[in-house]
Every structure is written in C-alpha cells, then in structure tokens.
C-alpha cells in the first residue's frame, strides 16, 4: 500500500470498513435470532445495535462513493 496516495489507503479502508461491519450485521442476526425468543431486552437492544450498524455502513458506502468508489484490484 506504500506506494498509494493518501486517498486510494482511504478508500481501500473505507471499503473494508463496511464488509468488516456487515460481518458484524450479520453475526448480530444470528444471535438475534437465538436470543430472540429468549430475553426480550437482549433482542430488543441488539435490534438496535443491527440498526446502527446498518446506518454506519449506509454512512460508510455514501463516503466511499464521493471518493470515488472501491480502488481497483483491492476488492473484498
């Protein structure tokens, strides 16, 4: 990467950033759906926390578009 303007290791990170959180979104959504039926708050509050991970990544994904999108050849 040393050879990558300040930018392009922004957008290669930006772009990490969100398959590294929806990863998050994903786990998240399994144990939801274990603990679901289980502890109602626990569901409750990790509803919410798949919320806010999604808003980051929506966040995240409109950052890297104005950048200029993923770098080429640095795909997840």
Do not use: Y
């Not at 957008?11 to 109602?40: A, F, M, P, T, Y």
């Not at 926390?49 to 050849?73: D, H, W, Y």
């Amino acid at each position: 990467m040393s050879d990558l303007s300040e930018k392009e290791k922004l957008r290669i990170l930006i772009d990490h950033w969100i398959v590294h959180n929806q990863g998050h979104v994903d786990e998240c959504r399994e144990w939801l759906e274990k603990v679901g039926g289980l502890e109602e708050d626990a569901a409750t509050a990790i509803g919410e926390a798949i919320s806010g991970f999604n808003q980051a990544g929506t966040a995240l994904g409109r950052a890297l578009a104005a950048m200029g999108g993923p770098v080429e050849g640095h795909h997840h």
